[in-house]
């Protein structure tokens, strides 16, 4: 039977800290998901949502972006974190405006983001104007009209549109386009703080900001890297994969500061060995490296292989591919030729030997895989570990051949497709100019607002109307307290919401809550019906979603349906394109992307095809490289790592087993034994005695940037097996310790995996003016 929303917030004081696990998944995954999508929706609502989620013509999930397989899926073809997330948006709990008639603001601020999620699906939209102390209801067309009202009596460099990767591909095109409509290319989205490093490393090195593999390559794969990433808790449905891979007879080498149970055992529970309890060991090499210290590792490969191709020439290195397909091969080489093995093996915390093991591993395989995630885009350095990555791929010709590239793993589901779509402050000449031939408009050319430029612009008062569509800014950004103290001062915030969060409590000066269906609600309240939308997942591949619940309320409105309602309220129902066209048929919105975005001609009939479409790649698809030399580009990058000051550790974020992003599902970080609590950081026991503390002493984090503090209050040591000179906390709570100025050179990334913090013992020090 469904349970209600928690009435009790998290209480830190019951936090239980058991041994970590060394298995993912199991029947206790499948136990746990049930458990969660019936508490939230029913049995019969969680069955009929689970039995379609990643099935053709079913409801692509909104965790995310890992690609379903092009040929038999299962019927469960979910994981445990897909099916709370589900859980999560086919809620039946409902907050309603008597919901916010009884909570104040004053309220809601102190409630944490796990009660305000849990609350369940917002049913109507709401405002708050200056001087209210509650949320009110709001019809549609008034909220519409306040929101042109303000953004016409503004300018557009003092609008911002923010999304997040939950949007489909035909709402992020309207939104794109409504934006450069208006006259701002300001589009910051998710992708600024989780991999805008892999396109900025990826772009002038192989001429495309995507991976290059393909599902099926990972199954293939003669070997295959798993650095800076925890698939068992943030993208399950690749333990499956990997596990195939291992059955083929790859091999597998993971590269992580924390021993995650994911990279060990994988434990499918729609396997007889994965129910009883044995599982796929996956990893046959693990190296435990110091945060930030990946370059370091990376330039070490690259000059064992070179080593090894001097011993034996031919045998590592593909001289045809190189020859033919690249530049910069000779200050390569010149670069990795000498090596400075103590420096490495202290900055990386590994061994001269561990290291040549793995190196040997690259010498013997033929086709390689490195796969990473945001524990190498999140430091000052990033761009340049992943152009590291480049090198080592390209030296051994591994582009355009079976079970072999690169892959960065996408987090969010369509967050790549987002970007595809237009949603990026720093859009390309060619791409306007497709926009505007279109559309009879002409589109902004001055760059816009990434995520960090906003919360710098929210902090100097140059915000006047901020559009979320989806997403939690507040929680999810650098700096909080100054971040959420500025958001205040904005004229007009609107968010375009499922449930509540916090950026809804730290709202603008006035604040509009506009409701809309998720990706397992029917919409159907359109002339010609229901209708369908698409997403990209990590691979390329573009298919259908489409729900099949009745939303919990009448009063939702589907993302088109809202852009095309605040376009109109903003440009006028005469303005040159016809908005309500698109919302009220996508097939429209589809045959606009086919003559605006290469790779989508006639996006309608490929979408329906058994499939979808899989877009191009040259470099997987042709082995060319679209740079502006027409060559893929070896770089050489200076050794840098991460140094903590004397007295402070390196400090990483990191999600729990039950969070998705700022989404948190409930309180149990399972594989890593923790569950009741969040305020925890995870460090060395020999830190701690070091810097004079013990396991569960309770301590203030004060963080240092350039002479600056942050500070972070009651958080609670937990020693764990971390690598000496290294700590982790869970985001969003460490958030508060990140300096908005911390971020990766050239892609503007926060830098949440390179903060140094210090510890406090709690109340021993005033708090930081």
């Known amino acids: 039977m469904k349970r209600g929303a928690p009435v009790e917030d998290i209480n830190e004081d019951n936090l239980v800290v058991k041994q970590p696990k060394t298995h993912a998944a199991g029947l206790e995954a499948v136990v746990v998901a049930l458990d969660r999508g019936i508490a939230q929706a029913g049995l019969s609502r969680t069955a009929r949502s689970l039995l379609r989620l990643n099935q053709r013509d079913g409801t692509d999930c909104p965790g995310c972006a890992w690609p379903e397989s092009q040929g038999h899926r299962k019927t469960a073809e979910f994981c445990e974190n897909g099916a709370k997330a589900v ?119 192989i001429g495309i900001g995507k991976g290059t593999v393909s599902l099926e390559d990972i199954h293939q794969a003669e070997l295959i890297f798993v650095v800076g990433q925890n698939p068992g808790t943030n993208h399950p449905r690749m333990l499956s994969a990997l596990a195939e891979c291992k059955d083929n007879g790859g091999k597998i080498v993971a590269v992580n500061p924390l021993p995650e149970a994911g990279l060990f055992n994988f434990r499918d529970p729609q396997t007889p060995t994965g129910l009883v309890g044995k599982g796929v060991d996956l990893a046959d090499e693990f190296l435990q490296i110091k945060v930030g210290a990946d370059l370091a590792l990376f330039q070490a490969l690259g000059h064992l292989l070179l080593e090894a191709e001097e011993r034996v020439p031919g045998s590592v290195v593909d001289h045809a591919f190189i020859a033919e397909n690249t530049d910069g091969i000779d200050a390569y080489r010149a670069a990795r030729k000498t090596i400075d093995w103590d420096e490495t093996e202290a900055a990386t915390g590994l061994t001269r030997e561990h290291i040549a093991t793995v190196a040997q591993m690259m010498v013997e395989s033929k086709a390689t895989i490195i796969c990473w995630a ?40 369509n967050v790549q497709g987002d970007r595809t779509m237009g949603v990026w402050e720093k859009p390309k000449e060619e791409s306007l100019a497709a926009l505007d031939l279109e559309f009879s408009i002409e589109s902004p050319r001055a760059h816009g607002l990434d995520s960090v430029d906003t919360v710098d612009a929210f902090v100097h008062d140059n915000v006047d109307v901020f559009i979320s569509m989806g997403g939690n800014f507040a929680l999810a950004c650098s700096d909080t307290e100054l971040l959420e103290g500025a958001m205040q001062r904005v004229g007009l915030t609107v968010s375009v919401s499922t449930k509540p969060n916090r950026s809804h409590v730290k709202h603008g000066q006035t604040s509009l809550i506009l409701p809309t269906l998720g990706r397992t609600d029917t919409d159907d309240k359109h002339p010609g019906g229901r209708q369908v939308l698409s997403v990209e997942d990590s691979m390329s591949v573009v298919r259908t979603t489409q729900g099949r619940l009745d939303p919990v309320s009448e009063h939702m409105l589907a993302e088109p349906v809202i852009i095309a309602r605040m376009a109109n309220a903003t440009l006028g129902a005469d303005h040159v394109i016809d908005w309500k066209a698109m919302a009220d048929d996508y097939d429209v919105i589809r045959d606009h992307i086919s003559r605006v975005i290469p790779g989508f001609e006639d996006f309608n009939a490929r979408l329906k095809t058994k499939n979808g479409f899989v877009l191009p790649n040259p470099p997987r698809d042709t082995r060319s490289f679209k740079t502006d030399i027409g060559l893929a580009r070896f770089t050489v990058s200076p050794l840098e790592y991460l140094t903590p000051p004397e007295g402070h550790l390196i400090l990483q974020t990191m999600r729990s087993h039950d969070q998705y992003n700022t989404t948190f599902y409930g309180l149990d970080d399972r594989y890593r034994g923790i569950s009741n609590g969040r305020r925890v950081i995870l460090i060395n026991a020999e830190d701690a005695v070091d810097m004079g503390f013990q396991d569960r002493d309770m301590v203030d984090v004060i963080s240092t940037f350039q002479g600056t503090e942050r500070r972070a209050d009651s958080f609670r040591l937990v020693v764990y097996p971390t690598p000496r000179g290294c700590a982790a906390a869970y985001f969003p709570e460490a958030n508060a310790l990140m300096h908005r100025e911390l971020v990766a050179r050239e892609s503007n990334t926060p830098g949440y995996k390179a903060m140094a913090v210090r510890f406090v013992a709690r109340a021993e020090e005033p708090a930081l003016a």
């Open 87 to 205: 859980a999560e948006e086919s809620t039946l709990r409902t907050v309603t405006p008597e919901f916010w008639a009884e909570h104040s603001i004053a309220e809601l601020e102190t409630k944490t983001e796990y009660w305000l999620g849990n609350q369940g699906r917002i049913t109507h939209p709401v405002v708050i104007r200056p001087g209210d102390t509650h949320y009110s209801q709001i019809s549609w067309d008034d909220a519409f009209e306040l929101i042109g009202e303000k953004i016409r009596a503004s300018t557009p460099e003092r609008t911002v549109f923010y999304t997040s990767g939950r949007t489909a591909n035909e709402s992020a095109f309207m939104y794109q386009l409504f934006a450069r409509s208006i006259g701002t290319n300001n589009l910051p989205d998710c992708s600024n703080m989780c991999h805008e490093s892999s396109g900025s490393a990826l772009n002038p090195t």
């Open 374 to 413: 945001l524990g190498l885009t999140q430091q000052p350095h990033s761009v340049n570990t992943l152009k590291e990555i480049i090198n080592l791929l390209l030296l051994q010709g591994n582009f355009g051949k079976p079970g072999a590239g690169a892959c960065p793993v996408r987090g969010h589901s």
